[in-house]
């Protein structure tokens, strides 16, 4: 329910009166098991995350060749990170990358993130190539996000073999 109205209010559109509402549960029982608004954020961002890293663990730890992996970041890309779900999933990623910027524990979400990420994608690739991949999975999810122009499949291999082809 957090989650859905983050998408739908933003985190400053966001309260406990509001989630409870949504929830059909007292408000009472709210600040009952969160200290405040804080520790509710923290919580939901924490589990939309792991959602969203175990999605891209899973694709990326099929693969068992360089070649099986770049394919399976293709479809992370133009498969896992499209439709409906994704557009809400690329609000909250905004919504949480700005929580990120100004607060130091929300910080903490981003980073784990990334970092796992990055194990995974060191499965395959030199630590390097790694995070550059990386940053281009989340440039293209923020471009997917906000153009309503589909993303060319072949633009994006094209950028895949050119991160990790090596320059002599």
Same mark, same amino acid.
């Given at each position: 329910?957090?989650?859905?109205?983050? /998408?739908?209010? =933003? +985190?400053?559109?966001?309260?406990?009166?509001?989630?409870?509402?949504?929830? =059909? +549960?007292?408000? =009472?029982?709210?600040?009952?098991?969160?200290?405040?608004?804080?520790?509710?954020? !923290?919580? /939901? !961002?924490?589990?939309?995350?792991?959602?969203?890293?175990?999605? !891209? @663990?899973? #694709?990326?730890?099929?693969?068992?060749?360089?070649?099986?992996?770049?394919?399976?970041?293709?479809?992370?890309?133009?498969?896992?990170?499209?439709?409906? %779900?994704?557009?809400?999933? =690329? +609000?909250?990623?905004?919504?949480?990358?700005?929580?990120?910027? #100004? @607060?130091?524990? !929300?910080?903490?979400?981003?980073?784990? &993130?990334?970092?796992?990420?990055?194990?995974?994608?060191?499965? *395959?690739?030199?630590?390097?190539?790694?995070?550059? +991949?990386?940053?281009?999975?989340?440039?293209? &999810?923020? *471009?997917?996000?906000?153009?309503?122009?589909?993303?060319?499949?072949?633009?994006?291999?094209? /950028?895949?073999?050119?991160?990790?082809?090596? %320059?002599?």
């Amino acid at each position: 329910m957090t989650l859905e109205l983050i /998408a739908e209010a =933003g +985190v400053a559109g966001t309260s406990h009166r509001k989630i409870a509402a949504r929830a =059909g +549960v007292p408000l =009472g029982s709210m600040t009952y098991h969160f200290n405040g608004m804080d520790e509710l954020l !923290f919580e /939901a !961002f924490t589990r939309f995350a792991e959602t969203i890293i175990t999605q !891209f @663990e899973k #694709r990326l730890s099929a693969a068992t060749t360089i070649d099986e992996a770049k394919e399976a970041i293709v479809g992370l890309i133009h498969q896992d990170l499209t439709g409906p %779900q994704t557009a809400r999933d =690329g +609000v909250l990623a905004f919504e949480l990358y700005t929580l990120a910027a #100004r @607060e130091p524990r !929300f910080r903490a979400i981003t980073r784990e &993130w990334m970092r796992r990420s990055r194990v995974e994608l060191e499965r *395959h690739f030199d630590p390097d190539t790694a995070r550059q +991949v990386d940053a281009l999975i989340e440039g293209l &999810w923020i *471009h997917r996000s906000l153009d309503p122009e589909p993303l060319d499949r072949g633009i994006t291999k094209d /950028a895949i073999t050119r991160i990790t082809t090596r %320059q002599s």
